[in-house]
């Protein structure tokens, strides 16, 4: 499975970006399907996640302005990032599993880069 994010780019404090995932491959029915973030000097850090059939869940900084979606049939995740702020600035991954042959699959995107200007 590769997993290619793309959306990514510069935009000003307040702006709005709209990532996606696209999943190619031998694909699976994925279980649950998440964006992560690292920004410099930090660690990899969750931003939302989405199961298969449940609901979103965000991290505290995001909540009420990003919001996650998925397209099962197109294999597709999406991120609607809206009031971006330049602490957003990061590189955004893309995160799939899926249970399969009797264990886990985990696969990550390469990542887009994200960066709001104050």
């Known amino acids: 499975v590769e997993l290619v994010e793309s959306g990514g780019g510069l935009v000003q404090s307040g702006g709005s970006l709209r990532l996606s995932c696209a999943a190619s491959g031998t694909i699976v029915s994925f279980n649950t399907m998440a964006w992560y973030r690292q920004a410099p000097g930090n660690e990899r850090e969750l931003v939302a996640e989405?199961?298969?059939?449940?609901?979103?869940n965000y991290a505290d900084a995001v909540k009420g302005r990003f919001t996650i979606s998925r397209d099962n049939p197109k294999n597709t995740l999406y991120l609607q990032m809206d009031s971006l702020k330049a602490e957003d600035t990061a590189d955004y991954y893309c995160y799939v599993d899926a249970f399969f042959l009797g264990r886990i699959w985990r696969y990550w995107g390469q990542g887009t880069q994200v960066t709001v200007s104050s």
């Open positions: 989405i199961p298969n059939s449940g609901i979103p």
